[in-house]
């Protein structure tokens, strides 16, 4: 997968697994930009959801993804699927997140900070990122995600 940047960001229950995977990428050599937020103080996951899925969004080279992460991943999924060209996916195994960019081309990875180990969330994130979108019988699908 040709990956230009990941921007990432968390709520306070997400922090340190978000600095942990921000360091991991850099052994990688991957940019990524941070959202925030800058500490594990109380934080509402919405703040950070928006950033991240509009600085994706506006990327119109499919060279740009995302990782959300707070403590049961929903809230900030669901804030983030709710910008038009964002197919964010809430990840738990590394299955599912294969599943996830080969069948729905998904452009976010969510994690579950409070139900997910350090080692499964690295696991998830080199597998969705190494993942290609399989397309045929699934790029009718996924041009049907979009209300607009």
Not at 4 to 26: N, P, Q, R, V
Not at 69 to 81: P, V
Not at 125 to 140: C, I, N, P, Y
Request: glycine fraction near 6%.
């Amino acid at each position: 997968m040709n990956i230009k940047t990941i921007a990432i960001g968390s709520d306070h229950a997400g922090f340190d697994l978000k600095e942990t995977l921000k360091a991991y990428l850099a052994t990688k050599g991957i940019t990524v930009k941070d959202f925030g937020p800058a500490s594990d103080a109380r934080a509402d996951y919405p703040d950070y959801a928006h950033p991240v899925a509009s600085f994706v969004e506006e990327d119109k080279t499919n060279q740009t993804f995302g990782i959300l992460i707070c403590g049961s991943g929903n809230g900030i999924n669901m804030t983030a699927n709710k910008h038009q060209e964002i197919r964010s996916a809430l990840c738990w195994m590394p299955e599912i997140a294969e599943l996830a960019r080969l069948h729905n081309n998904a452009n976010i990875l969510v994690l579950p900070a409070r139900y997910i180990s350090i080692d499964e969330a690295k696991k998830c994130v080199d597998v969705f990122f190494s993942t290609e979108f399989e397309g045929g019988r699934h790029t009718d699908r996924v041009n049907k995600i979009c209300c607009v």
